[in-house]
């Protein structure tokens, strides 16, 4: 994938944080998920008042576009910070997100941080070596 391609994601992560609901923690976060049809599909991070049932911006990307009929994807940017004070630095997904995008994207998924300067890119076997998937039930 070309840089421009990539920031052309971080800047759809940037606007899909604007939809940010997170009044208890004040992060914010959005995510743009490149399908390999080469749609683009955002979310931001929902919370709750009870905590447990927040979601992440990266869930809410990958939700969305699965139920819109996708399967494959090539990359997802992420980016966070503070809801008053912006992007100052790089927001890694957590680890349930990780186990989400192996369940729907191979090894190679391009995860582009990006900290309001810089970006830096990993493929989801870096940020998830050895992680459980379909083929353990095989
Ligand atoms: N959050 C995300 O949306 N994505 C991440 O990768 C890390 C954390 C959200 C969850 C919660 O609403 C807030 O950030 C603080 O943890």
Known sequence: MKDNERKKLIEAAVEARENSYSPYSGFSVGAALLSASGKVYTGANIESASYTPTVCAERVAFFTAVHSGERDFSAI????GSSEKGISSFTPPCGVCRQVMAEFAK???EIILYDGKEM??????????????????E
């Open 77 to 80: 940017a992420i980016v966070g």
């Open 107 to 109: 090894a190679d998924l």
């Open 120 to 137: 830096k890119v990993f493929t989801l076997s870096e940020l998830l070596p050895m992680g459980f998937g379909k083929s353990n039930l």
